[in-house]
């Protein structure tokens, strides 16, 4: 089991959906929007997490028109959950977690805006010079060679100095 828990935290969405399932439950169309996975990764995830014990569900309702009722699932942290998350607070993975998807949704945001320049600015794009800066107009290929034929062979050579030094 511990191994498999530690194989879990290694696959993607699952760090993020513990550290969100930290303090109240949540459905998953709310994890899924969280945690930025697929819906398959998602699902892979929370069915792992329930089989590993750091994750368990509870049927929720909704309440609609005429007092009709639908029922959701919700995900909750388990004990087990909550000792493997107080160590990946003591880790810093957890403030490391949230600067990643921070990080994340602010190149989200820039390739939006950069998404946007190009489509307002695509007169300017079509007019701009088409140049392979490594080849001259006629086409021939301005690159040095004698860099990319250098001989690096005794630099790939089984085991360095240092190597053999610490073997004796």
Do not use: C
């Not at 993607?12 to 990764?41: A, C, H, M, Q, Y």
């Not at 309440?63 to 639908?70: G, I, L, N, S, V």
């Not at 004698?146 to 053999?164: A, F, L, P, Q, V």
């Amino acid at each position: 089991m511990v191994k498999a828990i530690s194989g879990y935290l290694d696959r993607s969405g699952s760090i993020g959906i513990l550290v969100n399932l930290k303090n109240d439950s949540k459905r998953f169309n709310e994890l899924k929007e969280l945690v930025g996975v697929s819906p398959s990764t998602l699902t892979k995830r929370l069915d792992e997490g329930q089989e590993l014990g750091v994750i368990t569900t509870r049927l929720g309702k909704d309440e609609y028109e005429r007092d009709q009722r639908a029922v959701h699932h919700e995900y909750m942290i388990t004990e087990r959950g909550l000792v493997v998350l107080d160590q990946i607070e003591k880790f810093d993975i957890m403030y490391r977690y949230r600067q990643l998807r921070e990080a994340e949704q602010q190149l989200d945001e820039g390739l939006d805006e950069m998404h946007e320049w190009i489509e307002d600015n695509s007169d300017q794009l079509a007019r701009a010079e088409d140049v392979n800066p490594t080849r001259k107009a006629s086409g021939e290929d301005i690159t040095d060679s004698s860099e990319s034929e250098r001989d690096y062979s005794e630099h790939m050579e089984k085991g360095s100095d240092h190597e053999n030094d610490s073997k004796r």
